[in-house]
């Protein structure tokens, strides 16, 4: 388990400190955080934690929920065996699950910052 901040090494995901989420794209079966010059796309679909509830995506309000984190800065991140969290400034957070069990899949998760490169989970 790694927890990263502000003085953490160089890579593509560490990059993410400070930035605001700017766009999401939502794709057939995939969706893609897009952080002011580094993109996470992520092969399934995160849950969000927003006013201490959890939105899994077959919540009603999940779509209104993940957009509604646009704009919100990265205060930090939780790189986990099962999960990458990532944490902003208000207490909100999106967690992007290792846990597929029902997809066979080489990674689930592509980091690529314009400037460090890629980086694959």
């Known amino acids: 388990m790694e927890n990263l901040g ?6 593509p995901l560490s990059s993410l400190i400070n930035r605001e ?16 010059g580094v993109a ?6 995160p849950s969000i934690k ?3 509830v959890i939105f899994n995506p077959d919540h009603e309000m999940y779509r209104n929920k993940l957009v509604e984190q646009i704009g919100k800065t990265v205060a930090h ?6 999960s990458l969290i990532i944490n902003f400034s208000d207490g909100s957070s999106i967690s992007l699950s290792f ?4 997809i066979e ?6 980091v690529q910052d314009e400037k460090r490169g890629t980086q694959v989970f």
């Not at 502000?6 to 890579?11: R, W």
């Not at 996470?40 to 679909?45: A, E, M, P, Q, V």
């Not at 991140?77 to 099962?82: I, Q, R, V």
């Open 50 to 52: 927003a006013d201490g």
């Open 105 to 110: 899949l080489p990674e689930v998760i592509v």
């Open 6 to 11: 502000e003085n953490e090494t160089a890579t």
């Open 77 to 82: 991140f939780l790189a986990k065996t099962e």
């Open 99 to 102: 846990n597929y069990e029902d």
């Open 40 to 45: 996470i796309t992520y092969l399934l679909f």
């Open 21 to 36: 989420l700017s766009g999401v794209l939502f794709v057939r079966d995939n969706i893609q955080l897009q952080f002011d």
